[in-house]
Each structure stands twice: as structure tokens, then as C-alpha cells.
């Protein structure tokens, strides 16, 4: 079983780009950054899965050791997911970089949910109408025939496409991930003394917004 996360190098103006204002470039980074860390702190915690990242842009000193690194391939985030399950072969469970606070039980049963005889994919919905993860036996390029991905249709559309294939479906607990100012102090109020919770208090966002509830 492969364990892949799908990211972006923490490059200022090229993550977390919805954060800008209050963050600077800068701010968000440094936020994308300690999110990457606290996810592949998890991912490696996870027993008998292989870890890998399919990554755009460069490795840094964030990646920890014994996890492979694929570069991302393919035009659009569609293309590129398809894409890294192509690369690593099945069965693997996809997640991003957008849920610092994913931890190793649930990462470790969304991996054994996969692995249950008569599931062919599992589906993690997120709290904005995407997935947070997506998991399947077999690699398909198909799967993501006209899904549109950042979209609050995302995981309808997915699950749909996903059945329509005849694939058996098996559904995660739903998690909110990070795209908004409210997003990064409500997951970060949940994870207390994390990489993440640090950075988003040392950031412009510790101030002056809304939390929200989280699952």
C-alpha cells in the first residue's frame, strides 16, 4: 500500500495563496510549510505503507528521510493526481497538504478500509464540497473524467464518476481542510503545539478572524 501526499514546494506566492491578506507571501509559506511537515510527520507513522510525496517544485529541508519523491506530471491538478497513482501503482491512498491535523489513526484506517475485500475506492469528503483523500485498488486515469477539482461539486461529482465505473465506494470521516483564514486558526485551535498551530500564531491570522466549528 502506497501512502502518497500531493504538494507543492512552500514557495512565498505560489501556496496558500488564499491566505494573502491578512498573510503576506511570505506568511503563507511559512504556514504551507510547517502543514507539509505536520502531515508527513504523520504519513511516516502510518505501519506498513510506503510514503510518498508527488511533488511540484523542489525538496527542501522540511522533507523528512525515507520518503520518496516523485515530480508531478500531467496539465492540471486532475492530470497530476492521476498521474503520481499511475506512478507509484495501486492499491495507494492519495491525501494533500491541507490537513496538518490528519493523524496516523486515520490515516492508518482509511488505509484498511482500502484494503477490504469488495472495496475498489475510498473517498474522504472534505468540509467545502472536495475530498480530502482518495484511495484506490487499482490505478485509473478515468476516475477523474470531468471532475472538477476546488470546486464545492468536487466530492459529488467524484463519487458519482467513481460509481458510474462500477467501482464499490467506501466513504471516510469527513475533515475540514485549509484554505481561508478561518479554516487555518480553526485547525490550528485543534492542534495545539503543532508545526502548523506555530505558524499560524506567528501570523497575521492570529488576529481578527472568525473560528469555526471543525470535524
Not at 512565498?12 to 509559506?29: F, H, Q
Not at 472534505?126 to 484506490?136: E, F, I, P, Y
Amino acid at each position: 500500500m502506497h501512502l502518497i501526499v500531493i504538494a507543492k514546494a512552500p514557495i512565498p506566492g505560489r501556496v496558500k495563496t488564499r491566505l494573502c491578506p491578512p498573510c503576506s507571501p511570505e506568511d503563507s509559506a511559512s504556514i504551507a510549510e510547517a502543514s507539509l511537515a505536520d502531515t508527513l510527520e504523520a504519513v511516516r507513522g502510518v505501519a506498513g505503507v510506503r510514503p510518498v510525496v508527488a511533488l511540484d517544485g523542489p525538496a527542501g529541508e522540511w522533507l523528512p528521510p525515507g520518503i520518496r519523491v516523485i515530480p508531478q506530471r500531467g496539465r492540471g491538478l486532475a492530470a497530476r493526481i492521476a498521474a503520481a497513482f499511475d506512478d507509484v501503482g495501486g492499491p495507494s491512498l492519495l491525501i494533500g497538504m491541507d490537513t496538518p491535523h490528519v493523524d496516523v489513526p486515520r490515516l492508518a484506517g482509511a488505509c484498511g478500509r482500502l484494503a477490504e475485500s469488495g472495496v475498489d475506492a475510498v473517498l474522504g469528503p472534505a468540509l467545502d464540497g472536495g475530498w480530502w483523500a482518495l484511495g484506490l485498488r487499482r490505478p485509473d486515469a478515468g476516475v477523474f473524467d470531468g471532475v472538477p477539482m476546488s470546486s464545492d461539486r468536487t466530492l459529488a461529482v467524484q463519487r458519482a464518476r467513481l460509481r458510474t465505473m462500477g467501482m464499490r465506494v467506501a466513504d471516510l470521516a469527513p475533515m475540514r481542510d485549509v484554505d481561508t483564514p478561518t479554516d487555518a486558526l480553526t485547525v490550528a485551535a485543534s492542534v495545539p503545539g503543532s508545526r502548523f498551530a506555530i505558524a499560524v500564531a506567528a501570523s497575521p491570522i492570529a488576529t481578527g478572524s472568525t473560528v469555526g466549528p471543525i470535524a
